[in-house]
């Protein structure tokens, strides 16, 4: 019987426990796997000086599949997200997320199966940020007032949001064609352009 290559990183708080319970489900499968087992977050950061240390992201190349537990994200101080070092690094620029109600799993909603592509990299995903009080900070809000004459409070942090032409089209292209592979009948573009 064939055996699959799965990176499996536990994660912080609650996230080995969600993933021993991951690996044991698809273990009664039948189907047979060797878990190779990295970890990332704020329990690895002292230790290599990064939440993500690059053998992680080896393992991940190597196999092509990885199953990841919650990883803590520092709000305000700290490291910068796991969950973006990884889009970026790895090019996981399509969040699938698919959502389908079965019969005896009680839900207000019936027959529903909707797919919902979302673009992972880019706008606020870009993670390019500068805080509060800093001189890189105070010179985008100087330089945005120049270019545009948008008065930009002092005490602000700003995120950039860049949408490409390139990354639209491949996010677009990925749902056509994921559409077609899986056999629906219709894509629904979603969009913010009346208020962004």
């Known amino acids: ?39 990332a977050g704020a329990e690895v950061q002292d230790k290599y000086g990064t939440p993500l240390p690059e053998h992680v ?9 990885a199953i990841k537990g919650p990883v803590t994200t520092p709000v305000g101080s700290g490291f910068r997200s796991v969950n973006v070092a990884l889009r970026k690094k790895l090019e996981l620029y399509a969040c699938v997320r698919p959502c389908k109600s079965y019969i005896g799993a009680p839900t207000i909603y019936k027959d529903v199966d909707i797919v919902v592509v979302r673009e992972n990299m880019e706008d606020l995903y870009s993670g390019i940020e500068f805080e509060k ?3 890189q900070a105070a010179e985008l809000i100087n330089c945005i007032e120049k270019i ?31 559409a077609r592979a899986d056999g629906r009948k219709k894509v629904t573009a979603v969009h913010k352009a009346n208020i962004m």
């Open 1 to 39: 019987m064939k055996s699959y290559d799965v990176t499996l990183i536990p994660g912080d708080g609650i996230g080995p426990e969600i993933t021993e319970a991951t690996r044991r489900v698809l273990e009664a499968t039948g189907v047979s796997f060797n878990w190779d087992m990295v970890f």
């Open 57 to 65: 992201l080896e393992s991940i190349r190597k196999n092509k599949v």
């Open 133 to 135: 009080g800093t001189t």
């Open 148 to 178: 545009d004459g948008s008065a930009i409070k002092k005490d602000s942090g700003i995120s950039i949001k860049p949408i490409s032409v390139t990354g639209s089209q491949r996010i677009v292209r990925f749902a056509f064609e994921y």
